[in-house]
C-alpha cells in the first residue's frame, strides 16, 4: 500500500526513539522518578507544567540514555527496585546517591540498553534548597542574619525542626482520654522560649492544648548540645507546668540530654507518654532508654528502623509498632523545608489502620510472578506489598508491610536479625524474615 505525504513522514512508534530517564524536582531531593519516553524535551515540560506543581519546585533530568524497547528496561528496573518505589505511585523511587548509583548502573547493564546521553553525579550534585513562599521573614523569626549564618555553620543531621501540623495531624489521631491527667514529657530539646520560634513544636502543642487534653503536667527540657536550634541558651533547662503553675529549673550541671541522671529520673519516674522527634544519630540509644523504662510514647524515627537489627527485636516482641502517618517534611535552621523519611512510633493501641489496605494478603500462587522470586537460600521474597497467606514457611518482606501493620494480621517476625538477601551470587536489601503465625 502507498503511504500519502503526511503518513510517511510521520515517525513511526517502532522507528522513534526510546528513552530512559531519572528526574527529579528540586524540592523533593529523596525520590526521583523513573520513565520511559519517545521525547525527553516534552516529557519534561509535561513535569514542570503539571496541575498543581509550585513553581519552586523544577524538575531536572539526573539521568538520560537510549535504549532498544523500553518497555521493557522500564519494567524490568520496575522489578529489580519494588521495594525503592512508592507504593501509591509506582513511578516514583527513594532517591540517595546510593539508590541513584545502583539504578544507573542496572539500566546500563541492561542488554537493551544503546547509549548514555545524559548523567549528574550524584556526588558533586548542588544541593537546591529553595526557600519556600511560606518561610517566615528572619524579623519574624526574630533573628539576625548572623544568627541564621552561624546556625547553619553548626547544624548537622540531628538538627531539624518537627513541623506542628505533623504533629497535629498524628496526635488528633489518638482517643483523648490517654492525655487525661497525665504527665507528658518531651525530652529532645523541646525548648520553651518567648515565641513560637523558640519553642519546639511538641512544646507548643502540649501547651496549646493543655486544657483540652486534660494533662496533669508537660515537662519538657532543653538540651545543651553543641547546636543551639531554638535560641536558648548554652544550659540545659527544665520547663515544667502543672495546671497554672510554671517552672523552669537550671539544675547545677544539667546537660539537657535524654540520658542525663536528672532526665532518666524523670522518664522513670514521673512521665507516663513521652513524645517527641530524638537525634537521629543517636536513635538507637534513645530507643533503648525509653523501651527499657516501659513508658507509653508517641515519637518520629526513621522508617528504616523497621529492616534495621538494633530495632527489629522491638517489633519483634511488640514493644513497639508504627503510629497513623508517615512524616516526610522538616525544617532546617534556615527554616527551609528539608526531607527525610520518618515514621510516628508508638506502643499505644492504634485503630483502623489505614495503611491495612496496602497490603495484599492473597494465595502465593495469585502473586503475580514479578513480585515473587527466590533467593539464594531459597527463601521466598516477596515484594509490591503482597503477602502469601497460604505459605507456612519463613519468607522475607521489606520494611513497608512491617510499617503498615503485617504484624498485626497474623504473621510474626522469626528472625531478630535483618535479613541480607543473595540472588546469583548479588548482595539485595535488607529485609525482615516473617511467617504466618
Ligand atoms: C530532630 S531535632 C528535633 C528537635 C525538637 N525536638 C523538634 O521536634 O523540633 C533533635 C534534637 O535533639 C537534640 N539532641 C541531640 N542530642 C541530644 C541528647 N543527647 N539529648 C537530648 N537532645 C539531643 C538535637 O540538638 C536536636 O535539637
Redesign the pocket.
Given at each position: 500500500m502507498v503511504k500519502n505525504a503526511a503518513e510517511a513522514a510521520k515517525p513511526t512508534e517502532s522507528k522513534a526513539k526510546q528513552y530512559i530517564y531519572i528526574v527529579q524536582a528540586s524540592l523533593e531531593q529523596s525520590r526521583c522518578k523513573i520513565g520511559k519516553t519517545n521525547d525527553l524535551e516534552r516529557r519534561l515540560k509535561e513535569y514542570n507544567s503539571m496541575t498543581g506543581k509550585s513553581k519552586n519546585n523544577v524538575y531536572t533530568y539526573l539521568f538520560t540514555c537510549e535504549v532498544k524497547d523500553m518497555a521493557r528496561v522500564e519494567n524490568a528496573v520496575k522489578e529489580e527496585f519494588s521495594i525503592f518505589r512508592e507504593e501509591s505511585n509506582t513511578e516514583i523511587y527513594l532517591y540517595n546517591s546510593k539508590t541513584f548509583t545502583k539504578y544507573v548502573k542496572f539500566i546500563k547493564s541492561h542488554e537493551l540498553f544503546i547509549k548514555e546521553m545524559h548523567y549528574i553525579n550524584p556526588i558533586t550534585k548542588p544541593a537546591v534548597k529553595i526557600v519556600p513562599k511560606t518561610t517566615p521573614s528572619l524579623k519574624e523569626r526574630g533573628l539576625t542574619r548572623k544568627d541564621v549564618m552561624q546556625r547553619a555553620k553548626r547544624a548537622d543531621d540531628?538538627?531539624?525542626?518537627?513541623r506542628y501540623e505533623d504533629?497535629e495531624k498524628e496526635l488528633s489521631m489518638y482517643d483523648k482520654r490517654i492525655w487525661k491527667n497525665k504527665v507528658v514529657f518531651?525530652?529532645?530539646?523541646?525548648?520553651v522560649g518567648k515565641n513560637e520560634n523558640e519553642t519546639?513544636?511538641?512544646a507548643w502543642y502540649f501547651l496549646e492544648n493543655f486544657k483540652t487534653l486534660g494533662l496533669k503536667t508537660l515537662i519538657c527540657?532543653h538540651?545543651s548540645?553543641?547546636?543551639d536550634?531554638?535560641n536558648q541558651g548554652v544550659k540545659g533547662y527544665i520547663f515544667r507546668k502543672t495546671g497554672f503553675k510554671v517552672v523552669r529549673d537550671e539544675p547545677d550541671g544539667y546537660?539537657?540530654?535524654?540520658?542525663?541522671p536528672i532526665?532518666l529520673k524523670i522518664l522513670n519516674e514521673e512521665a507516663d507518654i513521652v513524645c517527641?522527634?530524638?537525634?537521629?544519630?543517636?536513635m538507637i540509644?534513645?530507643w533503648k532508654i525509653l523501651i527499657e523504662s516501659g513508658k507509653k510514647f508517641i515519637i518520629?524515627s526513621a522508617e528504616s528502623n523497621a529492616v534495621n537489627t538494633a530495632y527489629i527485636p522491638y517489633f519483634m516482641n511488640n514493644k513497639v509498632w508504627t503510629g497513623y502517618n508517615s512524616v516526610y517534611w522538616?525544617e532546617n535552621p534556615k527554616r527551609q523545608l528539608v526531607r527525610a523519611a520518618g515514621r510516628w512510633y508508638t506502643n499505644i493501641k492504634i485503630k483502623d489502620r489505614e495503611t491495612y489496605k496496602r497490603l495484599k494478603i492473597i494465595p502465593l500462587k495469585e502473586i503475580p510472578d514479578k513480585y515473587k522470586r527466590y533467593d539464594d537460600s531459597k527463601i521466598l521474597l516477596v515484594d509490591g506489598g503482597y503477602i502469601p497467606s497460604d505459605y507456612k514457611k519463613p519468607f522475607a518482606v521489606s520494611s513497608n508491610p512491617i510499617l503498615n501493620g503485617l504484624l498485626e494480621k497474623g504473621y510474626k517476625i522469626v528472625k531478630e536479625k535483618k535479613y541480607v538477601p543473595y540472588i546469583a551470587g548479588d548482595e539485595k536489601f535488607a529485609r525482615v524474615l516473617v511467617q504466618k503465625s
Open positions: 540531628d538538627e531539624f525542626y518537627t504533629i518531651c525530652n529532645c530539646d523541646d525548648a519546639s513544636a511538641f527540657t538540651y548540645g553543641p547546636v536550634l531554638f546537660t539537657g540530654s535524654f540520658d542525663d532526665s517527641t522527634n530524638p537525634p537521629f544519630s543517636k540509644d534513645y518520629i522538616y
